[in-house]
C-alpha cells in the first residue's frame, strides 16, 4: 500500500476551475483570516455555510455546507488501492469512542503517512475556502477558543491556500515552481513564486515556501512591485533577470525570474541574502571577468 | 547642492575577474542625473537607470515594506528601499540612495556580473565619499 505522500498542491484542487471572481473570493476569505490579530484561536463563522477554525493565523480546519468531498473519502484515495469504506467507518467508530481524531488514529495505524495525512487536509480545507467563497459566504463572528493545541504541522498559512488555487492554471509548471523554490531558498528565507495570468487581475501565486506566513496582500503587493521592477528594468538592460532590494537594516527581498515564472524570496539576514543573490550569480554566464580595454585605455592615456 | 560621482571609469583586474564601473549621481524624483556620468561621453545605460527611478521608488507603498520587515523581525529603513542590484547576464546595476542627501542616489554600472562583492565593495567606497560631501 501505497501513502500519496506530498501530492503537489497543484493536484489538490483538480475539480475547481481557477477563475478571476473566484480567486477574488478566496482572497477576500484569507484576508479576514490574516487580518485577526496576532496569535488569535478560533472560528470564523459563515451561520449555515461553514466556519474555519484558526489558531495564530492558520487554517487548522475549514467546512463548508457545498463540498463535495469529505476528509475520510480523500483520506481513502490516499492510499493505492484506496481504503475500503467499511475499514475508514470502522475506524471512525472506534475514534469516536476514544475521542481520538480520525486522522491521527489512520498515522497512528500506519495506514497513511504524515505527509498522506497533511496532503489530506491541505485538499479538504482548501476545498472548503472555495466552496465558501464560491457560495459568497459572509463572515457573522468570531468566536474565540480559549483551548489551543492543533499541531502545526497540519494546519496551513492563507499564503499556501492561496498558491493551492493559483497552481490549478498550469500543475506541471507550479510543480516545476516549487521545486524552484525549494532548491533555491536557503536558511533564514522565505519565498514565493507566481507568473502573470489574466485569471487574476494581478500577480496569480502558483507556489510557496511552506513557511511563508506573510499575510496574501503583503505578499501580493510585494509580487506586483517585482513585476514592475522587472518591466522598468528592460529600458535600461533587458537581459535583468534578478534582483535585491533591500528592506532595511537585515531584512532584503531577493527576485529572480526563469521560464515565465518570477520568484520573490524574503531574506530575514543579510547573510541569507548573500547566499541568495550568489546562487543566483552562478546563473550568470561567466563570461564577463575579461574586459573591452579600448575607451579605458584612451582615458588612462590622458 | 554639487554632487558628482568621483573618479572616472573605474578599473581594476584581480584574480575574481576585473570591474569596470560607470557611476552617476541621480535624482530619484525626476530621473535626471544630477552630474555627467563618470565615463568618458554619454552613457544612454545609465542615464536610462536614472529615468526608471521615480516608477521605482516613487510609487512603493510603504505599509507593505514595513510589515514584511516586521515580519522578518527587521528594523524598516529610512527608504522603503535600501541598496538595490540588479543583476543580467552581462552587467551589475545598483543603486544606492543616499542617507544625508535625500531623494539623491548613487547609479552605478558595471559589465563584471560575476563579480558583485567587488562592485558594491567599490560602491560602497563611493558612496562612503559622497556622504562625506556637504
Redesign the interface.
Known amino acids: 500500500m501505497n501513502a500519496a505522500e506530498g501530492a503537489p498542491s497543484s493536484r489538490m484542487l483538480s475539480s475547481i476551475p481557477a477563475n478571476p471572481g473566484l480567486i477574488s473570493g478566496v482572497l477576500r476569505l484569507l484576508e479576514l483570516i490574516d487580518d485577526l490579530p496576532r496569535g488569535a484561536t478560533g472560528a470564523l463563522h459563515f451561520g449555515d455555510e461553514g466556519m474555519i477554525l484558526v489558531e495564530s493565523k492558520k487554517i487548522c480546519w475549514a467546512v463548508s455546507r457545498g463540498m463535495r468531498l469529505r476528509l475520510t473519502e480523500i483520506l481513502r484515495r490516499q492510499t493505492t488501492p484506496p481504503l475500503t469504506r467499511e475499514a475508514v467507518e470502522e475506524l471512525y467508530r472506534a475514534c469516536k469512542q476514544t475521542g481520538t481524531p480520525i486522522g491521527e488514529a489512520l498515522v497512528a495505524s500506519g495506514v497513511v503517512s504524515e505527509a498522506g495525512l497533511r496532503a489530506a487536509l491541505f485538499k479538504h480545507n482548501g476545498e472548503a475556502i472555495v466552496s465558501l467563497a464560491q457560495n459568497g459566504a459572509s463572515v457573522e463572528r468570531f468566536v474565540n477558543h480559549s483551548k489551543t493545541g492543533y499541531d502545526p504541522k497540519f494546519a496551513f498559512s492563507s499564503c499556501e491556500v492561496l498558491a493551492m488555487l493559483g497552481a490549478r492554471d498550469d500543475p506541471a509548471r507550479a510543480a516545476a515552481a516549487q521545486s524552484e523554490l525549494d532548491g533555491t531558498l536557503v536558511q533564514d528565507s522565505v519565498g514565493a513564486a507566481f507568473v502573470r495570468s489574466s485569471r487574476s487581475s494581478g500577480p496569480l501565486v502558483i507556489a510557496v515556501d511552506s513557511a511563508c506566513g506573510l499575510a496574501v496582500t503583503d505578499l501580493l503587493q510585494a509580487c506586483t512591485w517585482v513585476s514592475g521592477l522587472f518591466d522598468v528594468a528592460r529600458t535600461f538592460d533587458p537581459d535583468v533577470f534578478a534582483a535585491r532590494a533591500a528592506l532595511g537594516d537585515r531584512a532584503t527581498l531577493v527576485t529572480w525570474r526563469s521560464n515565465e515564472v518570477e520568484y520573490v524570496g524574503l531574506c530575514a539576514s543579510r547573510p541569507a541574502a548573500a547566499r541568495l543573490m550568489s546562487r543566483m550569480a552562478q546563473r550568470a554566464p561567466r563570461t564577463s571577468g575579461v574586459m573591452a580595454l579600448g575607451v579605458r585605455q584612451e582615458t588612462s592615456s590622458t | 547642492m554639487k554632487l558628482v560621482a568621483q573618479g572616472?571609469?573605474v578599473?581594476r583586474?584581480d584574480d575574481?575577474?576585473?570591474s569596470?564601473i560607470t557611476w552617476a549621481v541621480g535624482c530619484m524624483r525626476t530621473g535626471v542625473l544630477l552630474g555627467p556620468p563618470s565615463?568618458?561621453g554619454p552613457n544612454p545605460?545609465?542615464e536610462?537607470?536614472a529615468?526608471?527611478l521615480p516608477?521605482?521608488f516613487g510609487?512603493?507603498?510603504a505599509g507593505?515594506?514595513e510589515?514584511?520587515?516586521a515580519?522578518?523581525?527587521?528594523?524598516?529603513?529610512d527608504h522603503p528601499?535600501?541598496?538595490?542590484?540588479?543583476?543580467?547576464?552581462?552587467?551589475v546595476?545598483v543603486i544606492q540612495p543616499l542617507r544625508n542627501h535625500r531623494g539623491v542616489a548613487l547609479l552605478a554600472v558595471s559589465?563584471?556580473?560575476?563579480?558583485?562583492g567587488l562592485v558594491l565593495s567599490q560602491v560602497h567606497a563611493q558612496v562612503a565619499a559622497l556622504e562625506r560631501e556637504e
Open positions: 572616472a571609469v578599473k583586474a575574481a575577474g576585473a569596470d565615463s568618458a545605460q545609465i536610462n537607470l529615468a526608471t516608477e521605482v510609487t512603493v507603498d507593505w515594506l510589515r514584511i520587515a515580519q522578518l523581525e527587521a528594523e524598516p529603513g528601499f535600501g541598496e538595490l542590484l540588479l543583476l543580467s547576464e552581462q552587467h546595476h559589465g563584471a556580473a560575476n563579480a558583485i
